[in-house]
């Protein structure tokens, strides 16, 4: 067997020991932060370029949603009756809003809620997680120097809920979906507007809400908000559907499962809601 | 030496953006991990100093773009050089198609089970259940080595350290 295709087996490297050595100081440097500057320098380089893979991913995305013909036609005539319900929906919202508005001026409350917000551009998705074999988190191009905090609220550009920021360095920060079981969101119904569990997702592919009380009447269908409870989160933002209810009669609480509503895979830009104080 | 050093650090970057190309596709096809594979090969054709380089190399940036535990994308990259140069040095000492393939399967599982353990190890706890799953296992494995095939052609163009299967090359004295 020809030479060149064995690996020289016999051949020591005195290198080798160097370069171990150098990986372990390597590693212990990371460990105590020595690298950050450098971090700091590697992601303002590399976020373009990764941008711009992330950007064709996501246009092969498009251009498979795109060639999908086959249920078109029943597509737009579910939403063609949905868009008709939610007209209807809110020609009574918009008399409501107009009234608690009139009543808030009267009690000298403040006003609708002006939100702070800071819009990110969705940088790559992270490395599937290796305890879910999912990726459910974003990489954003806004970090802790533009104002970003764990725990904030990320929404697309509808207002429906996308997840909240996990983890922030100084110029990225990491978005964990609402289907990520990292995310959890206090949640209530859009009719009663009071807290009625725990959203958590599942599998990267749902949502569970857990916690919920049993004398709660929830149907399929109904669209669940963030609840406010959570400092920095407010109230009132759609973060998806229920679609079905596990009741049991011997459990203390109920469970429900509710698909998020906004669209997961095809986000470029979102908005990261910020503190009202800030 | 300077333009080494140059071109090892464009490819490292290259690589780094086609995984994150990879991480952003459709089709459940964000599983598919391009860094261990491309380890083997390094390690298999350039020797295992090279392959370290590009181990820490790739460990450092995966673990500064990224927001897992701190050293873990390293600490699981430096385990997967250890693991497949004591294989190439010792149990498949030779560079042929099965031989590469076997590497990047086990350089794969070696990444991921590194990656469960740094996990766990920092309290990030994970789900079981998959280890019953046949998709945790079985997606990643093909697309492993789907790779190391693709790779392994594609050396073989460029260099004549691999060693052929099913190729006959006259110009080759056996």
Known sequence: MPRHWQLPTERKSKHLAVWLIAAGLILALTWLGVFKPLGRWLTAGVKPLLNGATGVGSGIKDLLGDADRRNLETEVSRLTAEN?????????????????RVLRKYVNLFDEAKYNYVLAR????????????????????????????????????????????????????????????????????????????VAEGRAGLTVSVNFIPQTEKLEAGQRLVTSGLEPDIPAGFVVGQVVRIDQTDNEIWQKAVMEPIADLDNLRIVSILLPSTR | MTAKILINVVLILGLIVVQNFFWSLPLGLSFINLAPVVLVFVLALFGPELALVWALALGVMFDVLGFGPVGGHLVALAAVWAVAYLLLANVV??????????LAAVAGTVDKLAGILINLFFGRGFAW?????????????????????????????????IKPVFLIDSRRKL
């Open chain 1, 122 to 197: 969705v940088v790559s998705r992270s490395a599937p997680e290796r305890v879910s074999g999912e990726n459910n988190r974003l990489i954003v191009d806004k970090g802790a120097g533009q104002g970003i905090a764990p725990g904030l609220l990320v929404v697309n550009q509808e207002g429906l809920v996308v997840g909240k920021i996990s983890a922030v360095k100084d110029n990225i920060a990491e978005v964990s979906l609402s289907t990520d079981s990292d995310c959890r969101l206090s949640v209530a119904s859009n009719l009663t507007q009071k807290t009625i569990g």
């Open chain 2, 129 to 161: 259940g998959l280890l019953l799953d046949w998709r945790f296992y079985f997606k990643p494995l093909l697309a492993e080595i789907l790779l190391a095939s693709i790779l392994f052609y594609f050396f073989n163009l460029i260099t004549k350290r």
């Open chain 1, 84 to 100: 008709h319900k939610l007209v209807q929906e809110n020609a009574g919202l918009q008399y409501l809003r107009e009234e608690n």
């Open chain 2, 93 to 102: 000492t030779d560079r042929s198609l099965y031989s590469l393939i076997f």
